[in-house]
């Protein structure tokens, strides 16, 4: 088993930045290609970033191409979203995933999840 909580959500005016942090315990995290999934009022889950198990291979969302980074620290054991240029349409709440076997976009792919961390952009 895999456990991941995620942190650093809030409130944030429309231009501004959040980086947010998920780390993880139970298992050896290097093992694990990792994504951030979002969630906003009203709708479907959907993908934003994921990043493959040393980090030399990240994968993104149009919508979040160019103003999101992901990355990881493998001796932290943590998995980070930068996000920069945020706009009120990024308002959902933030969920990490886990996976030895993918880092793709499908949610579904992903077997482990965090609780989720809610960022609110302000306009």
């Known amino acids: 088993q895999v456990l991941l909580v995620e942190s650093g959500g809030g409130l944030v005016q429309a231009g501004g930045s959040l980086t947010l942090s998920c780390t993880a315990s139970?298992?050896?995290?290097?093992?694990?290609?990792m994504g951030w999934f979002r969630q906003a009022p009203g709708k479907e889950r959907e993908f934003v970033a994921a990043i493959s198990w040393t980090g030399g291979i990240t994968n993104y969302a149009d919508s979040v191409k160019g103003r999101f980074t992901i990355s990881r620290d493998n001796a932290k054991n943590t998995v980070y979203l930068q996000m920069n240029s945020l706009k009120p349409e990024d308002t959902a709440v933030y969920y990490c995933?886990?996976?030895?076997?993918?880092?793709?976009?499908?949610?579904?792919?992903?077997?482990?999840w965090g609780q989720g961390t809610l960022v609110t952009v302000s306009s």
């Open positions: 995933a886990g996976d030895e076997h993918t880092y793709g976009s499908n949610s579904r792919e992903y077997g482990y």
């Open positions: 139970g298992r050896t995290f290097s093992r694990f290609a």
